[in-house]
């Protein structure tokens, strides 16, 4: 009698483990880092993002801005504060920010 509780509370066990492992699903990957800034036009077909403060920082930079895919409307914000997710490459002045969302803050850059 003893033994088969053991084996059903055994059981039990073993099958809850393994429903709890399967239940939660892994997060999706981060869309990038948030930054917000004055969006400048740059030299020819680019962007900078001045005063670019990455969320959760207060350090501000300058980033040149790419937009990562034809959905992502970055002329349309020019001289804007905007709000830009995406992931930096590079570092220093050659930071690239390849921009997969943006939005606008502001009317205007202040």
């Known amino acids: 009698m003893k033994r088969m509780m053991l084996a059903v509370i055994g059981a039990i ?3 809850a483990v393994g429903m709890y492992a399967q ?3 892994a997060a999706p990957a981060a869309e990038g880092t948030k930054f917000t800034g004055c969006l400048m036009p740059g ?3 680019t962007f900078m993002l001045m005063n670019a403060q990455e969320k959760g920082q207060k350090d501000k930079r300058t980033l040149k801005v790419v937009p990562a895919s034809d959905k992502v409307d ?6 804007q ?3 830009i997710v995406g992931t930096v ?3 220093g002045s050659a930071a690239v920010l390849n921009a997969t969302k943006i939005s606008r803050k ?3 850059c202040g």
């Open 13 to 15: 066990v073993i099958s």
């Open 23 to 25: 239940a939660k699903p």
């Open 43 to 45: 030299s020819g077909e």
């Open 74 to 79: 970055v002329a349309a914000h020019v001289t």
């Open 81 to 83: 504060e905007v709000e």
């Open 89 to 91: 490459s590079g570092t």
């Open 106 to 108: 502001a009317d205007y």
